[in-house]
């Protein structure tokens, strides 16, 4: 019998141990990451969309497949790549010393002669290209000058001197730049809507219709364009935002693909941050056996686009708007 | 909409305690009483699978060293007088059982020696029997928790399972984090049974086979002392 007893207690003693450990040492088990993979595509501004659905009034086509009209970006001249919002930062500063003052007075004056120099701009914009290679040289000395100006703002006055020692050997750069390019344009200004041409790194030169899908000129909108106005409101554009950014999250159900009959009408609230409340609720049914699937993973989409980690981003001054919301998941025509 | 309010909500939503004792506790009570009564059996096994390996050692070591004393030459008279006095088990037992019923048997003046041969096989296999039933004790416990162990405990998934497809067909939504809590819950039913139920099967099979072992060992040595006795016998009879 003590044998026996024994190995109850040996027994009971490791289980205890295990299931202690089992309750402490085990954590509650980690949630998976609701972020998907991204995949870069190209950005679909809310004007842009309502063009592709809603199409070019003076056109008189109507296809099935949208095309959207294809701008010679090439044709557009961008702004020269500004020393301008360096130039800005330099002004905004507050220049307490007035020896610091005195030290910046000087210097927007190389950078405005810079911002005139540059008149032809695909040297100026593509630098790496190197069509004209004594350009390069000197633009990046330029571009280093306002980075010291920031220190002397906040450092001791000692490096001041030396600072503008530096200066004015600079200086002698930016004349010779006047005597190469010699027509003038006047004052660059820093437009944000131009980042993109400016950021474009291919050759300006291209054709335009690049791709099959472009035409020269838009269609009259799409055959089964839903909008029902044309001009853009404010409801249409947030409907686009939110659709825009849900379908980033959306994978369509395998097997779906081209059943363009499929449409999920999902509801669902968000609080201000975008975020979602509760859970999104599907309305109607269909008699689809793969609608279920496709539903189901239209309000997952739904779930993981509107995480607090990954809230929806959209203007909060509407917020009337979109605080409920209706949209409609449709596969895209392939 | 109050966002602090929006927040507790999904939060609500999500938070599911997914530790063990949280599914534990979260479980139906058919389904608690499943887990509970498969962590006791659990218990039980091992306390079953520590007594007898601790036995079977012993019962080994008791056998070497009586094989070694046994053949080593010594008087079978000095042995059983050594051993008679104290509780004896396996090997030492069958000899002190039939040197016993022998002794009787010569000690009335050696009237009963016709039939010793056969009583004396008797006591031996008798003792044998008893030998081998407190070898085999509780082992039938280890074969019916491994055999049934999976069961029980799939039949507690089964049952978490159709409570959960239940909720979600009350709280018409299918979405993962509905269904997840209540599988998982199930799910644990089914690795209680499995953790009682693997180790119970593998210690029955090494034991089964140690037993199987043992009372080879103990009629091989039954029939050796067997044929010294009935030698003896003859001996005694015929001089």
């Given at each position: 019998m003590?044998?026996?007893?024994?190995?109850?207690?040996?027994?009971?003693?490791a289980?205890?141990?295990?299931?202690?450990?089992?309750?402490?040492?085990?954590?509650?088990?980690?949630?998976?990451?609701?972020?998907?993979?991204?995949?870069?595509?190209?950005?679909?501004?809310?004007?842009?969309?309502?063009?592709?659905?809603?199409?070019?009034?003076?056109?008189?086509?109507?296809?099935?497949?949208?095309?959207?009209?294809?701008?010679?970006?090439?044709?557009?001249?961008?702004?020269p790549?500004?020393?301008?919002?360096?130039?800005?930062?330099?002004?905004?500063?507050?220049?307490?010393?007035?020896?610091?003052?005195?030290?910046?007075?000087?210097?927007?004056?190389?950078?405005?002669?810079?911002?005139?120099?540059?008149p032809?701009?695909?040297p100026?914009?593509?630098?790496?290209?190197?069509?004209?290679?004594?350009?390069?040289?000197?633009?990046?000395?330029?571009?280093?000058?306002?980075?010291?100006?920031?220190k002397?703002?906040?450092?001791?006055?000692?490096?001041?001197?030396?600072?503008?020692?530096?200066?004015?050997?600079?200086?002698?750069?930016?004349?010779?730049?006047?005597?190469?390019?010699?027509?003038?344009?006047?004052?660059?200004?820093?437009?944000?809507?131009?980042?993109?041409?400016?950021?474009?790194?291919?050759?300006?030169?291209?054709?335009?219709?690049?791709?099959?899908?472009m035409?020269s000129?838009?269609?009259?909108?799409?055959?089964?364009?839903?909008?029902?106005?044309?001009?853009?409101?404010?409801?249409?554009?947030?409907?686009?935002?939110?659709?825009?950014?849900?379908?980033?999250?959306?994978?369509?159900?395998?097997?779906?693909?081209?059943?363009?009959?499929?449409?999920?009408?999902?509801?669902?609230?968000?609080t201000?941050?975008?975020?979602?409340?509760?859970?999104?609720?599907?309305?109607?049914?269909?008699?689809?056996?793969?609608?279920?699937?496709?539903?189901?993973?239209?309000?997952?989409?739904?779930?993981?686009?509107?995480?607090?980690?990954?809230?929806?981003?959209?203007?909060?001054?509407?917020?009337?708007?979109?605080?409920?919301?209706?949209?409609?998941?449709?596969?895209?025509?392939? | 909409?109050?966002?602090?309010?929006?927040?507790?909500?999904?939060?609500?939503?999500?938070?599911?305690?997914?530790?063990?004792?949280?599914?534990?506790?979260?479980?139906?009570?058919?389904?608690?009483?499943?887990?509970?009564g498969?962590?006791?059996?659990?218990?039980?096994?091992?306390?079953?699978?520590?007594?007898?390996?601790?036995?079977?050692?012993?019962?080994?070591?008791?056998?070497?060293?009586?094989?070694?004393?046994?053949?080593?030459?010594?008087?079978?008279?000095?042995?059983y007088?050594?051993?008679?006095?104290r509780?004896?088990?396996?090997?030492?037992?069958?000899?002190?059982?039939?040197?016993?019923?022998?002794?009787?048997?010569?000690?009335?003046?050696?009237?009963?020696?016709?039939?010793?041969?056969?009583?004396?096989?008797k006591?031996?296999?008798?003792?044998?029997?008893?030998?081998?039933?407190?070898?085999?004790a509780?082992?039938?416990?280890?074969?019916?928790?491994?055999?049934?162990?999976?069961?029980?405990?799939?039949?507690?998934?089964?049952w978490?399972?159709?409570?959960s497809?239940?909720?979600?067909?009350?709280?018409?939504?299918?979405?993962?984090?509905?269904?997840?809590?209540?599988?998982?819950?199930?799910?644990?039913?089914?690795?209680?049974?499995?953790?009682?139920?693997?180790?119970?099967?593998i210690?029955?099979?090494?034991?089964?086979?140690?037993?199987?072992?043992?009372?080879?060992?103990?009629?091989?040595?039954?029939?050796?002392?067997?044929?010294?006795?009935?030698?003896?016998?003859?001996?005694?009879?015929?001089?």
């Open positions: 003590t044998k026996q007893r024994t190995g109850m207690v040996v027994s009971s003693v289980h205890a141990g295990v299931i202690a450990y089992a309750v402490i040492g085990f954590t509650t088990a980690k949630p998976f990451d609701p972020t998907l993979e991204s995949v870069a595509v190209e950005v679909l501004s809310p004007s842009e969309y309502d063009a592709l659905t809603k199409g070019d009034r003076t056109s008189k086509k109507v296809e099935n497949t949208p095309k959207v009209e294809a701008k010679k970006i090439a044709a557009v001249t961008p702004e790549r500004p020393a301008a919002p360096e130039a800005k930062e330099n002004v905004d500063a507050p220049p307490p010393p007035p020896d610091a003052a005195k030290v910046e007075t000087p210097e927007p004056k190389p950078e405005p002669k810079k911002a005139e120099t540059p032809p701009e695909p100026k914009e593509e630098p790496k290209k190197a069509e004209t290679p004594p350009v390069p040289t000197p633009a990046p000395k330029p571009a280093e000058t306002p980075k010291p100006e920031k002397v703002d906040e450092k001791s006055q000692a490096k001041l001197d030396d600072l503008i020692k530096k200066e004015v050997e600079k200086k002698p750069d930016p004349p010779k730049k006047v005597e190469k390019k010699p027509d003038p344009k006047p004052q660059p200004k820093f437009d944000p809507s131009k980042i993109a041409t400016m950021i474009d790194k291919r050759d300006p030169g291209r054709v335009a219709q690049a791709a099959p899908q035409a000129i838009t269609t009259a909108g799409i055959s089964n364009g839903q909008a029902s106005q044309l001009a853009l409101t404010r409801a249409t554009m947030l409907g686009n935002m939110i659709r825009e950014q849900l379908y980033q999250c959306w994978s369509p159900p395998v097997g779906t693909q081209g059943m363009r009959d499929l449409m999920a009408t999902i509801q669902f609230e968000l201000p941050q975008g975020v979602l409340i509760g859970q999104p609720s599907l309305q109607g049914s269909s008699a689809n056996p793969a609608f279920q699937a496709f539903a189901e993973s239209a309000m997952r989409a739904v779930n993981s686009c509107t995480q607090p980690t990954r809230p929806l981003r959209l203007p909060p001054e509407d917020y009337n708007l979109w605080k409920s919301v209706i949209l409609d998941f449709k596969l895209p025509d392939a | 909409m109050d966002p602090a309010i929006a927040q507790q909500g999904v939060a609500a939503v999500t938070a599911h305690d997914l530790s063990l004792w949280g599914l534990f506790i979260q479980a139906a009570l058919v389904v608690k009483l499943i887990m509970i498969l962590v006791v059996s659990s218990v039980w096994c091992w306390a079953i699978i520590v007594d007898k390996t601790v036995l079977y050692a012993r019962t080994r070591r008791q056998m070497d060293r009586f094989e070694k004393v046994f053949w080593s030459g010594q008087s079978l008279e000095e042995l007088r050594n051993l008679a006095p509780p004896t088990s396996s090997m030492p037992a069958l000899f002190v059982a039939a040197m016993r019923e022998w002794k009787r048997s010569f000690e009335g003046g050696g009237k009963a020696v016709a039939s010793l041969q056969m009583r004396i096989e006591v031996l296999d008798v003792t044998i029997q008893r030998e081998l039933e407190r070898l085999e509780r082992l039938l416990v280890l074969a019916t928790v491994g055999s049934a162990g999976p069961f029980v405990g799939l039949f507690g998934t089964v978490g399972i159709m409570t497809f239940q909720s979600i067909a009350a709280s018409k939504n299918t979405s993962l984090a509905v269904v997840a809590p209540g599988i998982a819950e199930a799910l644990f039913a089914t690795a209680l049974g499995l953790v009682a139920a693997i180790p119970a099967t210690f029955y099979n090494k034991f089964s086979s140690e037993v199987s072992k043992q009372a080879n060992r103990l009629e091989g040595f039954a029939d050796e002392f067997s044929a010294i006795l009935s030698r003896q016998i003859d001996e005694r009879t015929g001089s």
